[in-house]
């Protein structure tokens, strides 16, 4: 029978069980050489020496200078490869244009990483680009890893390894905290000294030549001393790495990012609408909401979020209940709360009652609760018992400030009891000065967050709400069913519209063909007809029937309303001539004939019905972002888009939850969902219609911009009634064009396979929508399947989670990718899925480990080789160098199945399991 074969353990949510750590000999090296080493005075080579030295990290330090015998009284070395024991990384401090022999000569001894320090790189130009092709060239023949150039270095304080020239080496902690900014690095070191702010890492990133955001990300996501995650970030580098590794690492550990540049004004304005809205810092906002990282905009809130979130539950929702002995500070509490789009909790019934029952009749009897000046310690306690346990709260705040009658220190102690029972995050603020020191040290303690102004406390339970609301949505199971949009959709055609006009030269598709490649997506599109003269605008129109509208129909001009190319509400064949005529005439005023191609802007109009508008106007679009690639937008459409403002950024491909996701963030939003006694519209429809347009969109990288604008949408119908979309110069070489920067849905690995006989299963990558599928299928898994899956028994509750499918299911496509055996019911339509093999990467390496998992009935009938076949397939279509799967060493038939398909199987974890290896390349 076909048997399963696993990772070792594959806990919910779980990033540390990679073994091999490429990264790990970058901070927990045993002999380092640095090349540059010197006693001159204040230079960063002397300085670097001396902090390697006088913090012991457990290993050697090999000074390399070929001008001196010794530096520091450390015997030197002319040269690494002169250097008489193996080192594992080299910290170069040398002018810029020795550093590719240095990487070149440390390769062909075996050294493994490299820490750059010195600058003189890209950011000089050409010289400094070439510098860096050399070294990359040189440092992949030896499978080394580089962190730099142009960097303030490493830090490790737990080992004590400190590889930087900072003053001094961070105090030991639970924070990994990345910095593309190495001056802000020295600032941020001195400011925890003071803070007593703790750290595992600490990383000067630099330009990023090799080791990147998402190498990092991995490497403390599967540190066992890093709790949480905070990044300084100048760019985003390689997008497509960022947000692959964040959306793993996130929902185990914190990702806490300042990047500056939110009021940047010097982005260009584009041909499009949506163009014009897509500022790249709200592009950024929008990735670090589908990557579940939190964006905080200043270094003291990075640091009180590390601390907060290492401390109290993530709440379920935006509704803090404020307790106050003061009336004042909560209400600048409720002030700052409601700016940074929190809401205060509406007391329930029964709240009320038990809070007349405890507080004097004069307390405030609303939220803020004003528990009045005199309030005791137990009046303290009970107050927030009662506010706890109302359904209705997602959050506690609880403020002192020092009067006559106020105890801070035993107020602390009061609420120690209830700082991690309650399920809900607890927060303080703790006013004053000397008096309410005692009481802040308690808190601390406990692990409530106590910070010294109500305000500030306030605004991190926002960032609170909306890091939980971030990481909700990563693995939100779509409420709509999987639909095959391939069967659909017709991408060949979309294809071809935009191969012609790229053969004839344009980057501008007419608004007809626009409109053609939207229904190929089956996106629903106004009848269009066109016409190239003024009879057959009338022709056309009686075919329609009046009302009609007609459009400029000319591949040259942009935007129709600006040269009068649209005419509304015609209502017979007179004014339809004249519309003609007119709309020619005001082309020739406002931009003359021919464009400067010699290309002619009027080649006739198009005649469309006049739709009732009895809808809301929506805009649909997307543009390319310099960092993300292409860029969705949805919002409130038509002429005034670009004064009102009300849009929403996302990223390509979406679900249908994603879509819904994106709309929620718009004011226009709410009238959809129906306002004033107007009938909502079908936001199920509207859903699908923007996960179509996403698709259209991944599917089609030569699209540089595309609006449809308006998109009419009413309770009744939603119809396109323009469009617009421009490509890309077409002699832009293809490999030139901007990349997705989340993987879409590998469409190349969908199959079939037919058993012996001749049933038909298909074979595809999973979808967000499978989870329901995947929880029936584990449902039937026998007991010995399940051991033979988890190498241990395990509770359906536990393999069968939803943290655990929904996580497979929302796999980035990049990192992991699971193909599910689905069958259908001939009668009935339904589907199963019953059987699923899973190819996981491992994090910096061209490696992988794979799994499958076949349902009892369905075992023995050779669909277990088939998987095999196909996930091996997948890994080599991937460019994988080597896979593994883990099985027991009772799984007599994958042993056999292995050993025929060439597999290396050898025991491990003292003889308990096989790993069965294959090397690819």
Same mark, same amino acid.
């Given at each position: 029978?076909?048997?399963?074969?696993?990772?070792?353990?594959?806990?919910?949510?779980?990033?540390?069980?990679?073994?091999?750590?490429?990264?790990?000999?970058?901070?927990?090296?045993?002999?380092?050489?640095?090349?540059?080493?010197?006693?001159?005075?204040?230079?960063?080579?002397?300085?670097?020496?001396?902090?390697?030295?006088?913090?012991?990290?457990?290993?050697?330090?090999?000074?390399?200078?070929?001008?001196?015998?010794?530096?520091?009284?450390?015997?030197?070395?002319?040269?690494?490869?002169?250097?008489?024991?193996?080192?594992?990384?080299?910290?170069?401090?040398?002018?810029?244009?020795?550093?590719?022999?240095?990487?070149?000569?440390?390769?062909?001894?075996?050294?493994?990483?490299?820490?750059?320090?010195?600058?003189?790189?890209?950011?000089?130009?050409?010289?400094?680009?070439?510098?860096?092709?050399?070294?990359?060239?040189?440092?992949?023949?030896?499978?080394?890893?580089?962190?730099?150039?142009?960097?303030?270095?490493?830090?490790?304080?737990?080992?004590?390894?400190?590889?930087?020239?900072?003053?001094?080496?961070?105090?030991?902690?639970? *924070?990994?905290?990345?910095?593309?900014?190495?001056?802000?690095?020295?600032? *941020?070191?001195?400011?925890?000294?003071?803070?007593?702010?703790?750290?595992?890492?600490?990383?000067?990133?630099?330009?990023?030549?090799?080791?990147?955001?998402?190498?990092?990300?991995?490497?403390?996501?599967?540190?066992?001393?890093?709790?949480?995650?905070?990044?300084?970030?100048?760019?985003?580098?390689?997008?497509?790495?960022?947000?692959?590794?964040?959306?793993?690492?996130?929902?185990?550990?914190?990702?806490?990012?300042?990047?500056?540049?939110?009021?940047?004004?010097?982005?260009?304005?584009?041909?499009?609408?949506?163009?014009?809205?897509?500022?790249?810092?709200?592009?950024?906002?929008?990735?670090?909401?589908?990557?579940?990282?939190?964006?905080?905009?200043?270094?003291?809130?990075?640091?009180?979020?590390?601390?907060?979130?290492?401390?109290?539950?993530?709440?379920?929702?935006?509704?803090?209940?404020?307790?106050?002995?003061?009336?004042?500070?909560?209400?600048?509490?409720?002030?700052?709360?409601?700016?940074?789009?929190?809401?205060?909790?509406?007391?329930?019934?029964?709240?009320?009652?038990?809070?007349?029952?405890?507080?004097?009749?004069?307390?405030?009897?609303?939220?803020?609760?004003?528990?009045?000046?005199?309030?005791?310690?137990?009046?303290?306690?009970?107050?927030?018992?009662?506010?706890?346990?109302?359904?209705?709260?997602?959050?506690?705040?609880?403020?002192?400030?020092?009067?006559?009658?106020?105890?801070?220190?035993?107020?602390?102690?009061?609420?120690?009891?209830?700082?991690?029972?309650?399920?809900?995050? *607890?927060?303080?603020?703790?006013?004053?000065?000397?008096?309410?020191?005692?009481?802040?040290?308690?808190?601390?303690?406990?692990?409530?967050?106590?910070?010294?102004?109500?305000?500030?406390?306030?605004?991190?339970?926002?960032?609170?709400?909306?890091?939980?609301?971030?990481?909700?949505?990563?693995?939100?199971?779509?409420?709509?069913?999987?639909?095959?949009?391939?069967?659909?959709?017709?991408?060949?055609?979309?294809?071809?519209?935009?191969?012609?006009?790229?053969?004839?030269?344009?980057?501008?598709?007419?608004?007809?063909?626009?409109?053609?490649?939207?229904?190929?997506?089956?996106?629903?599109?106004?009848?269009?007809?066109?016409?190239?003269?003024?009879?057959?605008?009338? +022709?056309?129109?009686?075919?329609?029937?009046?009302?009609?509208?007609?459009?400029?129909?000319?591949?040259?001009?942009?935007?129709?309303?600006?040269?009068?190319?649209?005419?509304?509400?015609?209502?017979?064949?007179?004014? *339809?001539?004249?519309?003609?005529?007119?709309?020619?005439?005001?082309?020739?005023?406002?931009?003359?004939?021919?464009?400067?191609?010699?290309?002619?802007?009027?080649?006739?109009?198009?005649?469309?019905?006049?739709?009732?508008?009895?809808?809301?106007?929506?805009?649909?679009?997307?543009?390319?972002?310099?960092?993300?690639?292409?860029?969705?937008?949805?919002?409130?459409?038509?002429?005034?888009?670009?004064?009102?403002?009300?849009?929403?950024?996302?990223?390509?491909?979406?679900?249908?939850?994603?879509?819904?996701?994106?709309?929620?963030?718009?004011?226009?939003?709410?009238?959809?969902?129906?306002?004033?006694?107007?009938?909502?519209?079908?936001?199920?429809?509207?859903?699908?219609?923007?996960?179509?347009?996403?698709?259209?969109?991944?599917?089609?990288?030569?699209?540089?911009?595309?609006?449809?604008?308006?998109?009419?949408?009413?309770?009744?119908?939603?119809?396109?009634?323009?469009?617009?979309?421009?490509?890309?110069?077409?002699?832009?070489?293809?490999?030139?064009?901007?990349?997705?920067?989340?993987?879409?849905?590998?469409?190349?690995?969908?199959?079939?396979?037919?058993?012996?006989?001749?049933?038909?299963?298909?074979?595809?990558?999973?979808?967000?929508?499978?989870?329901?599928?995947?929880?029936?299928?584990?449902?039937?898994?026998?007991?010995?399947?399940?051991?033979?899956?988890?190498?241990?028994?395990?509770?359906?509750?536990?393999?069968?989670?939803?943290?655990?499918?929904?996580?497979?299911?929302?796999?980035?496509?990049?990192?992991?990718?699971?193909?599910?055996?689905?069958?259908?019911?001939?009668?009935?339509?339904?589907?199963?899925?019953?059987?699923?093999?899973?190819?996981?990467?491992?994090?910096?390496?061209?490696?992988?480990?794979?799994?499958?998992?076949?349902?009892?009935?369905?075992?023995?009938?050779?669909?277990?080789?088939?998987?095999?076949?196909?996930?091996?397939?997948?890994? +080599?279509?991937?460019?994988?160098?080597?896979?593994?799967?883990?099985?027991?060493?009772?799984?007599?038939?994958?042993?056999?199945?292995?050993?025929?398909?060439?597999?290396?199987?050898?025991?491990?974890?003292?003889?308990?399991?096989?790993?069965?290896?294959?090397?690819?390349?």
């Amino acid at each position: 029978m076909d048997r399963t074969i696993l990772p070792t353990f594959d806990p919910v949510h779980d990033v540390l069980h990679y073994g091999k750590k490429p990264l790990e000999i970058l901070f927990s090296p045993k002999n380092v050489a640095v090349i540059g080493a010197t006693e001159n005075p204040n230079t960063v080579g002397r300085t670097l020496l001396w902090n390697l030295i006088s913090s012991p990290f457990g290993g050697a330090v090999f000074p390399v200078n070929p001008k001196r015998s010794s530096v520091l009284g450390i015997k030197a070395y002319p040269t690494i490869a002169d250097v008489p024991e193996a080192v594992d990384v080299v910290v170069i401090t040398t002018p810029a244009p020795t550093i590719p022999d240095i990487i070149r000569q440390s390769v062909e001894v075996g050294v493994k990483g490299a820490i750059i320090i010195s600058a003189g790189f890209k950011e000089i130009g050409k010289d400094g680009a070439e510098l860096e092709r050399q070294i990359l060239e040189y440092a992949k023949k030896g499978n080394m890893r580089i962190i730099g150039p142009n960097c303030l270095g490493v830090m490790n304080p737990i080992s004590g390894f400190n590889a930087t020239f900072a003053t001094t080496i961070a105090q030991k902690g639970s *924070v990994g905290f990345i910095s593309q900014s190495g001056a802000l690095c020295t600032a *941020v070191l001195d400011w925890s000294l003071k803070a007593n702010v703790g750290f595992s890492a600490f990383v000067s990133i630099g330009s990023m030549l090799d080791v990147g955001w998402g190498d990092l990300i991995y490497y403390l996501g599967d540190d066992p001393n890093t709790e949480s995650i905070v990044i300084y970030m100048e760019t985003i580098g390689d997008a497509r790495a960022f947000l692959s590794a964040a959306r793993e690492v996130a929902l185990l550990k914190p990702i806490i990012v300042i990047k500056p540049g939110r009021t940047a004004g010097a982005a260009k304005a584009a041909a499009s609408h949506t163009g014009s809205l897509t500022g790249s810092d709200e592009v950024l906002e929008a990735a670090f909401r589908r990557s579940g990282v939190l964006r905080v905009n200043s270094i003291a809130e990075l640091f009180y979020m590390a601390d907060i979130l290492a401390k109290q539950p993530r709440p379920k929702g935006s509704r803090l209940t404020i307790l106050t002995n003061a009336g004042g500070p909560g209400v600048i509490a409720t002030d700052a709360l409601l700016m940074n789009g929190g809401q205060l909790t509406e007391l329930s019934p029964q709240t009320m009652e038990e809070f007349n029952q405890i507080l004097p009749s004069v307390w405030s009897k609303n939220n803020p609760v004003d528990i009045i000046g005199d309030a005791s310690p137990e009046r303290y306690a009970k107050a927030l018992e009662i506010a706890a346990n109302d359904p209705n709260s997602d959050g506690l705040l609880v403020i002192l400030t020092p009067q006559s009658m106020t105890d801070p220190t035993k107020t602390a102690e009061q609420l120690v009891p209830y700082a991690q029972n309650l399920g809900k995050p *607890v927060l303080a603020s703790w006013m004053g000065g000397e008096e309410v020191e005692e009481g802040i040290k308690i808190l601390s303690r406990a692990k409530i967050p106590a910070f010294p102004y109500p305000d500030t406390a306030a605004r991190m339970f926002t960032y609170m709400s909306q890091f939980a609301e971030n990481l909700a949505s990563l693995y939100e199971t779509p409420k709509t069913s999987y639909t095959d949009l391939s069967v659909e959709i017709d991408n060949q055609a979309a294809e071809q519209i935009i191969q012609r006009a790229r053969s004839e030269g344009r980057t501008l598709l007419s608004e007809f063909e626009s409109k053609q490649l939207l229904s190929c997506y089956k996106i629903p599109i106004v009848q269009t007809m066109i016409a190239s003269d003024q009879e057959e605008a009338v +022709k056309y129109a009686e075919d329609i029937g009046y009302p009609v509208v007609l459009k400029l129909h000319s591949e040259t001009i942009t935007h129709k309303t600006d040269v009068g190319g649209v005419k509304l509400n015609l209502q017979n064949a007179d004014e *339809v001539r004249e519309a003609y005529h007119s709309i020619q005439q005001s082309l020739l005023e406002k931009v003359g004939q021919k464009d400067k191609d010699g290309k002619p802007h009027f080649l006739g109009v198009t005649v469309q019905p006049m739709i009732q508008p009895d809808g809301y106007e929506i805009i649909l679009g997307s543009s390319v972002d310099a960092q993300f690639g292409p860029v969705l937008l949805f919002g409130l459409g038509g002429q005034l888009v670009e004064i009102f403002k009300d849009r929403a950024l996302g990223l390509p491909p979406l679900n249908a939850t994603l879509a819904r996701r994106m709309m929620e963030q718009t004011k226009i939003y709410q009238a959809l969902k129906g306002v004033r006694g107007r009938k909502a519209v079908d936001l199920a429809a509207l859903e699908q219609v923007l996960v179509r347009f996403s698709r259209l969109v991944s599917d089609n990288l030569w699209i540089k911009e595309v609006d449809i604008n308006p998109l009419l949408v009413s309770p009744d119908r939603i119809i396109a009634l323009d469009a617009r979309v421009v490509i890309h110069d077409p002699l832009l070489p293809e490999e030139e064009l901007p990349k997705l920067a989340i993987r879409p849905y590998p469409t190349q690995y969908v199959t079939t396979w037919s058993d012996k006989k001749n049933c038909i299963y298909k074979i595809r990558p999973a979808l967000p929508e499978d989870e329901p599928l995947l929880v029936k299928f584990h449902e039937n898994l026998s007991d010995r399947t399940v051991y033979l899956r988890f190498l241990h028994p395990m509770l359906l509750s536990q393999h069968a989670a939803h943290e655990r499918l929904s996580r497979i299911c929302h796999g980035d496509y990049d990192r992991e990718i699971t193909l599910v055996v689905e069958l259908e019911d001939c009668e009935t339509g339904e589907r199963r899925i019953i059987g699923a093999t899973r190819l996981s990467k491992l994090h910096s390496l061209d490696e992988a480990r794979f799994s499958i998992l076949i349902s009892d009935l369905y075992q023995g009938k050779g669909l277990g080789k088939e998987l095999l076949k196909q996930i091996l397939h997948v890994a +080599k279509e991937e460019k994988l160098k080597r896979v593994e799967g883990i099985i027991t060493p009772d799984n007599v038939t994958m042993k056999h199945l292995f050993t025929k398909l060439g597999f290396n199987l050898k025991p491990i974890n003292g003889n308990k399991h096989l790993c069965a290896e294959m090397i690819l390349q």
